[in-house]
C-alpha cells in the first residue's frame, strides 16, 4: 500500500547525474511503487534542483532493509568525523 506522504527537504550540496555534476537543493522521500527496482515497495529518495530542469535529479529506490542500512551508515560516518567537519560553516570563499 502506498502511503502518499512524501517528505521533503532542503539540501546543500552536489550529485552526478548522467549529465555530469550538478547542485541539489531538494530532497525527497517516500515510500511507494519502484519504476526499476524489483520489488512491490521501496523506499524512494529523490536529490534534485529543480532550478535546473529535470535532467537535474538522482534517484534511489532501496528496500526498507537498504534504507535503514543507509541511515545507520550515515550516522556512523558523521560520528566517526570530527563534529562539524562537513558542516555547511566550513567551506572555505
Known sequence: MCTYLTEK?????????????????DGMVYIDHPYHACQEH???IDITNPAEGPSA??????????ALA???AIHKALA??????????????
Not at 550540496?13 to 547542485?23: I, P, Q
Not at 535529479?57 to 537498504?66: G, K, Q
Open 42 to 44: 521501496t523506499v524512494n
Open 70 to 72: 543507509l541511515v545507520e
Open 57 to 66: 535529479r538522482v534517484a534511489i529506490e532501496l528496500t526498507e532493509e537498504a
Open 80 to 93: 566517526a568525523a570530527p563534529p562539524g567537519l562537513a558542516a555547511a560553516a566550513r567551506r572555505s570563499a
Open 9 to 25: 527537504i532542503r539540501v546543500d550540496g552536489a550529485a552526478k547525474g548522467a549529465s555530469g555534476w550538478f547542485t541539489v537543493t
